[in-house]
C-alpha cells in the first residue's frame, strides 16, 4: 500500500505529521504523503520522523483554487523537501485570509443567535482553523447533533453561515508549486462535478499551463470512473496519483493507505512521482 493524499492536525485532520509516519509504518504503508491544506507547516515534522523511520516520503500540500461552476477543484502539490520557502509566503497570504473568512464566519453564526466566540474555538485547535472545527464546536455546543448535519445547516456553500475561501485560480497555483520545483496533480475530480468530455478537455486545457497529474485513485470514485480517469491520464501524457484523504478522527470512514478498503493504489504511481521530482 501507498497513500499519497493525507492530512495532519497542521490542517483539519486529528493526527500530528509523526503519528502519520508512525502509523503508516504500523499499517504495512510503503510510501507516504502529507499533503495538508493551504499549509505546509507539518511537513518538516513528517520528514524528520519519515527519514528516522525510513519510510518513503514525500512533501506535499492541497490548494483549494476557483473554478465556475457548482463543483469545487483542489490542487496537490508534491515536493521532495520541505523548505519551500516562496510558496510558504503565498500559503501565509492565504492563510492571513483564512484567520479572516473565521471570524466572519463566527459573526453570522452570533447574528443567528449561536453563542459562539473565536476565543473558545481557537482552544479546542492545536493547528490551522477551518470549517470542520468549528463543525465540532457547534457539536460539542449542543447546537446541531453531527457534524454533517453543522455542515448542512450552517457552514456549507450557500448555508447562512458560510463565506467564500480567498481562492487563487488553477493557472496561478500550478505555476506556484512549479516555480517550487512541484508536480501539480488534479485531485479528486469527480468534485468538479464536470461531464467527462468536460473534464477531459479541462485536463487538456490545464496540462498546456503546465498540470502534470490526476488523482485517479479516490475513495469516492468508482472502478469504472477510476478506469476512465487513468485511461484520460494514458492519452494526456499526464501522472497518475491516489490517496485516502485520511484525516483521523474528521473522517473516520476513512482508513490511511485503503480509503474505505476499496483502495489499491499501484507502487508505481510512487515511483513515477518520484522519477519526476528527481529531475526538477
Not at 60 to 80: A, M, Q, R, T
Not at 142 to 168: C, H, I
Not at 201 to 206: D, G, R, V
Amino acid at each position: 500500500m501507498i497513500d499519497l493524499h493525507v492530512h495532519s492536525n497542521a490542517s483539519d485532520g486529528t493526527f500530528s505529521p509523526s503519528e502519520l509516519v508512525y502509523l503508516a509504518k504500523k499499517e504495512g504503508i510503503l510510501a507516504l504523503a502529507i499533503t495538508d491544506h493551504d499549509t505546509i507547516s507539518g511537513l518538516k515534522e513528517g520528514y524528520k520522523t519519515a527519514l528516522e523511520e525510513n519510510l518513503p516520503f514525500l512533501c506535499g500540500v492541497e490548494i483549494s483554487v476557483k473554478i465556475d461552476g457548482p463543483g469545487h477543484f483542489h490542487l496537490l502539490g508534491y515536493f521532495l523537501t520541505p523548505e519551500l520557502n516562496e510558496l510558504e509566503e503565498v500559503l501565509t497570504k492565504l492563510k492571513i485570509a483564512r484567520n479572516e473568512r473565521n471570524i466572519k464566519m463566527i459573526e453570522k453564526l452570533r447574528s443567528l443567535k449561536i453563542d459562539i466566540t473565536l476565543e473558545e474555538l481557537m482552544k479546542n485547535v492545536k493547528g490551522e482553523i477551518g470549517r470542520p472545527h468549528i463543525a465540532k464546536l457547534l457539536v460539542k455546543k449542543g447546537v446541531v447533533k453531527t457534524f454533517e448535519e453543522a455542515f448542512e445547516k450552517y457552514l456549507k456553500k450557500g448555508a447562512p453561515a458560510y463565506v467564500p475561501k480567498a481562492l487563487l485560480s488553477p493557472e496561478e497555483a500550478i505555476k506556484i508549486i512549479l516555480k517550487a520545483k512541484g508536480v501539480p496533480v488534479m485531485a479528486h475530480p469527480f468534485t468538479l462535478n464536470l461531464p467527462p468530455l468536460k473534464l477531459k478537455n479541462y485536463l487538456l486545457k490545464l496540462k498546456e499551463v503546465g498540470l502534470q497529474g490526476v488523482e485517479a485513485y479516490y475513495p469516492e470514485h468508482t472502478p469504472q470512473y477510476t478506469k476512465f480517469l487513468i485511461e484520460c491520464a494514458q492519452e494526456l501524457g499526464l501522472l497518475v496519483t491516489g490517496g485516502s484523504d485520511f484525516h483521523g478522527e474528521n473522517k473516520p470512514h476513512l482508513f490511511l493507505g485503503k480509503g474505505k478498503n476499496n483502495l489499491k493504489i499501484p507502487f508505481e504511481c510512487f515511483t513515477q512521482l518520484l522519477k519526476i521530482l528527481e529531475k526538477l
